[in-house]
């Protein structure tokens, strides 16, 4: 296996599920641009179910901002996404719910299994891992102009799904830019090294170009042994839940769906 091909593995490949629904976006609204200080404010201090009702806005772009934010928030159990559930009233507002559902049921499970020293068989001391797979930029966009790895795809449970969008650049991690160095050999020596230093939970700074905007995130960095157990790959730029955690995926989206009124308008992918 070629060092370029080991990395990817390592990371783990995930496709997913695309498509947001049947869903016409409303125009920005009128007033001009806000500064970044103006447009965190219209978000501070949102409830759960404030951010739950904003799913089903009108604006693409609010929609995708309370994913996020409910993306992030490791406080949301599987009990208020139930409520939550229960009370949509989209198939939009109950996709992404499904969506965020899935990586925190993923998520409580690998974190009981792999970053809970007390638990049975628990792994301790391995190595760190974001979940997501890369290319250098410059394979994705031949117009790149800043070095860097391009996200492919994320994985649900791990913290890549949470903060990471396909198409974004990383250009920076932990303040490190990267170099003017041979493409080719970005996604094997520069990010790679910058991962290495880090052990699971630490919390990892990530700098990505994502469009025109540069986005900062701070995560934390899950377990690699988490990534092998618990997605598979068939050696090309796809990977599957394993059969386990899937069965485990199932049973909980089941719990969720169950009370929902007929006809269930449901993603069949989620």
Same mark, same amino acid.
């Given at each position: !296996?070629?060092?370029?091909?080991?990395?990817?593995?390592?990371?783990?490949?995930?496709? *997913?599920?695309?498509?947001?629904?049947?869903?016409? @976006?409303?125009? *920005?609204?009128?007033?001009?641009?806000?500064?970044?200080?103006?447009?965190? @404010?219209?978000?501070?201090?949102?409830?759960?179910?404030?951010?739950?009702?904003?799913?089903?806005?009108?604006?693409?772009?609010? %929609?995708?901002?309370?994913?996020?934010?409910?993306?992030? @928030?490791?406080?949301?159990?599987?009990?208020?996404?139930?409520?939550? &559930?229960?009370?949509? $009233?989209?198939?939009?507002?109950?996709?992404?719910?499904?969506?965020?559902? %899935?990586?925190?049921?993923?998520?409580?499970?690998?974190?009981?299994?792999?970053?809970?020293?007390?638990? *049975?068989?628990?792994?301790?001391?391995?190595?760190?891992?974001?979940?997501?797979?890369?290319? *250098?930029?410059?394979?994705?966009?031949?117009?790149?102009?800043?070095?860097? $790895?391009? $996200? &492919?795809?994320?994985?649900?449970?791990?913290?890549?799904?949470?903060?990471?969008?396909?198409? @974004?650049?990383?250009?920076?991690?932990?303040?490190?830019?990267?170099? !003017?160095?041979?493409?080719?050999?970005?996604?094997?020596?520069?990010?790679?090294? %910058?991962?290495?230093?880090?052990?699971?939970?630490?919390?990892?700074?990530?700098?990505? !170009?994502?469009?025109?905007?540069? /986005?900062?995130?701070? &995560?934390?960095?899950?377990?690699?042994?988490?990534?092998?157990?618990?997605?598979?790959?068939?050696?090309?730029? $796809?990977?599957?839940?394993?059969?386990?955690?899937?069965?485990?995926?199932? /049973?909980?989206?089941?719990?969720?769906?169950?009370?929902?009124?007929?006809?269930?308008?449901?993603?069949?992918?989620?």
């Amino acid at each position: !296996m070629s060092r370029k091909a080991a990395a990817i593995l390592m990371l783990v490949l995930s496709v *997913p599920v695309s498509g947001q629904g049947a869903v016409t @976006d409303a125009a *920005p609204a009128a007033g001009g641009e806000q500064t970044p200080e103006q447009a965190e @404010d219209r978000w501070a201090g949102l409830s759960q179910k404030q951010l739950v009702a904003l799913l089903d806005d009108a604006s693409y772009v609010t %929609r995708c901002e309370a994913e996020w934010r409910l993306l992030t @928030d490791n406080t949301l159990g599987s009990d208020e996404l139930r409520q939550y &559930m229960l009370a949509s $009233v989209s198939e939009e507002q109950r996709y992404r719910l499904l969506r965020i559902a %899935r990586h925190h049921v993923l998520r409580v499970i690998r974190e009981e299994r792999f970053s809970n020293p007390g638990a *049975p068989d628990a792994v301790i001391g391995d190595r760190a891992s974001i979940g997501f797979s890369y290319e *250098p930029a410059m394979n994705i966009r031949s117009d790149s102009e800043q070095p860097g $790895v391009a $996200v &492919m795809a994320t994985m649900p449970g791990f913290p890549g799904y949470a903060y990471l969008q396909p198409g @974004d650049i990383i250009i920076a991690v932990d303040d490190q830019a990267a170099g !003017m160095i041979q493409h080719q050999f970005i996604a094997t020596t520069w990010f790679t090294d %910058r991962i290495a230093v880090h052990n699971p939970g630490d919390r990892i700074k990530i700098s990505v !170009m994502r469009g025109d905007k540069k /986005l900062d995130f701070e &995560m934390p960095c899950a377990e690699s042994a988490a990534l092998k157990e618990m997605y598979t790959s068939n050696g090309a730029a $796809v990977a599957t839940l394993s059969e386990f955690y899937l069965k485990q995926w199932l /049973l909980a989206r089941a719990k969720l769906i169950a009370e929902l009124p007929e006809p269930k308008t449901l993603k069949p992918a989620e």
